[in-house]
């Protein structure tokens, strides 16, 4: 398991998306299946998928929230066939944002929100070595614009294991967005890669929990240093979720826990359900508590 995953939110469709997206990209599969029972929207499904190496989990626990292109999935693609195969199948049903063609950044490339309303961007990339064939990209927008450098520096600081790469920054002329802020930038969180750009250009859009990003904790002490470095909206922490200062919405959850909701015994998995369904910080020695039946 990678120290960071998504986790994506939707209405009734994870089980139908998760089988989408395994069969449209190679080398994915679908890890495991549960249902929770008794939460606030009912009976929900939990469905993990591996995708070219990236760990998601999709939910499906009702209308609350929407995808945005916010945050958006960069798939780095070796062919034109390549790029041209995923297109075809991500945009039934859904809508392009960039068409698909030829731009100065690639030979091929197109941004497409698939139907579920997920967004995603196929380039080709050539001769450029690929060492993450899926990274999740950060678009601040609104009152965020101007502040990716300062979210990428403020991340790489809280990770044991951080890099901050390659940085692209808008020059003069490329009005509405400020000279100096990010045009694109690539960083390194625990071995997960990252994109982040600053867009000055209206957008009726942002960060929210529909795309979360799930922090994997051995021990509480690590919960307890997450949590408190990232926690920046009091009314948003509720079941290891939070939201940072940027809007960006992360889940800080002991690893322990999801062996716990895949346990086969539904009442071990009730229990568990109902005790962190009561928690904002999870409190890992009450989880242990709640599994025993203590």
Known sequence: MRKISTHLWFDKEA?????????????????????????????????????????????????LFKFTPAVSFLVACKTKEEVDALWGELAKGGSALMDLGKYPFSEKYGWVQDRY??????????????????TPTLMFVGKQCGKAEEAINTYASLFRKA??????????GEEPDKEGTIKHAAFTLE????????????????????????????????????WGKLSAVPEAEQCGWLKDKYGLSWQIVPTAMDEMLKD???????????????????????????????
Not at 117 to 134: A, C, H, P, V, Y
Not at 274 to 282: T, V
Request: charged share 30%; glycine share 6%; net charge positive.
């Open 15 to 63: 089980k139908e998306a998760a089988e989408l997206y395994v069969s449209v990209f190679k080398d994915a599969k679908i890890r495991s299946m549960a249902k929770l029972s008794d939460t606030p929207s009912g009976t929900v499904d939990l469905v993990s998928i591996e995708l070219r190496g990236q760990e998601f989990t999709l939910l499906s626990a009702g209308p």
């Open 117 to 134: 309303g997920l967004s995603w961007q196929l380039m080709f990339t050539g001769d450029r070595e690929i060492k993450q064939n899926i």
């Open 163 to 172: 890099k901050v790469g390659d940085i692209l920054r808008y020059g003069k």
């Open 191 to 226: 071995g997960q890669e990252f994109a982040a750009m600053d867009s000055a250009r209206p957008h009726d859009f942002t960060f929210n929990e529909a795309i979360s990003f799930m922090v994997h904790c051995d021990t509480q002490k690590e919960i307890d240093h997450y």
């Open 264 to 294: 086969k015994d539904k009442k071990r998995t009730a229990r568990v359900t109902e005790a962190f369904l009561k928690m904002k910080k999870f409190d890992i020695a009450k989880l242990k508590e709640a599994y025993a039946g203590r």
